[in-house]
């Protein structure tokens, strides 16, 4: 089945510890995105990715770094210069068929201790 | 700046229709989408629209006016099941990217 896997589902780290969440897809997509999601806000975008090799920071980077250095991975480093880590991340990606429409992964909920 | 407003909770009765508003402001305009969102989980696509008008999927309808930036979600026939969160996002259209930008979600609770 294609789609895109997130792990884990849930993740505990005490505060000032870095922390990576994977991503990964297998429908051949070129754009990679990680979203941020807080109770009472929408999807903020924190890195988005057009093709292997480069990669462009959202409106919410500070704290976060990410590498793509294969098509189908997006991961995201959760660094602890991030002030309020806890939240709900989600990796989307789109392909240039169709109305290109973002495809969600299932999301890893972080908490930081 | 860029704004997209919808409202943060609804309540509608199984079998009933409801319509979710969602007016947005933004620059570099490229199409409308609608996700729905169980608590916890990923946002699913429901509906996109680029042109003025209606469009029509089963129980669900979107429909689109660019000239006032606003758009609905129609749900007909409400089931239990369609208790969640509906997110209006729009496609900005800017250099090579296309980026989503986010409401933050209409709460939709179906009631018996």
């Known amino acids: 089945d294609g789609g895109i896997t997130q792990s884990p589902k849930y993740l505990f780290r005490k505060e000032g510890q870095n922390v990576t969440l994977s991503c990964e897809q297998n429908?051949?997509?070129?754009?990679m995105y990680w979203y941020r999601q807080d109770p009472g806000q929408g999807l903020r975008l924190i890195y988005y990715s057009q093709i292997v090799n480069d990669f462009q920071k959202g409106d919410i980077a500070e704290g976060y770094s990410v590498s793509r250095e294969k098509k189908e991975s997006f991961p995201l480093t959760v660094t602890s210069a991030q002030k309020n880590p806890t939240a709900f991340y989600l990796c989307?990606?789109?392909?240039?068929?169709?109305?290109?429409?973002?495809?969600f992964g299932p999301g890893t909920r972080l908490t930081v201790l | 700046g860029q704004n997209i407003d919808q409202p943060t909770e609804m309540t509608a009765t199984e079998g009933a229709i409801v319509q979710i508003n969602c007016t947005y402001q933004?620059?570099?305009?490229?199409?409308l989408f609608w996700y729905q969102q169980h608590a916890g989980e990923a946002p699913t696509f429901l509906s996109y629209n680029v042109l003025d008008g209606l469009e029509e999927k089963g129980r669900f309808s979107s429909f689109l006016s660019r000239s006032k930036g606003y758009s609905y979600l129609l749900l007909k026939e409400l089931q239990m099941k369609d208790s969640a969160s509906y997110l209006c996002?729009?496609?900005?259209?800017?250099?090579?990217?296309?980026?989503?930008?986010f409401g933050t979600g209409t709460l939709l609770a179906v009631q018996p």
């Open positions: 429908l051949n997509h070129d754009a």
């Open positions: 989307a990606s789109n392909g240039v068929a169709g109305v290109n429409e973002q495809f």
């Open positions: 933004t620059s570099g305009f490229n199409g």
């Open positions: 996002a729009v496609r900005s259209y800017g250099g090579a990217t296309n980026k989503l930008i």
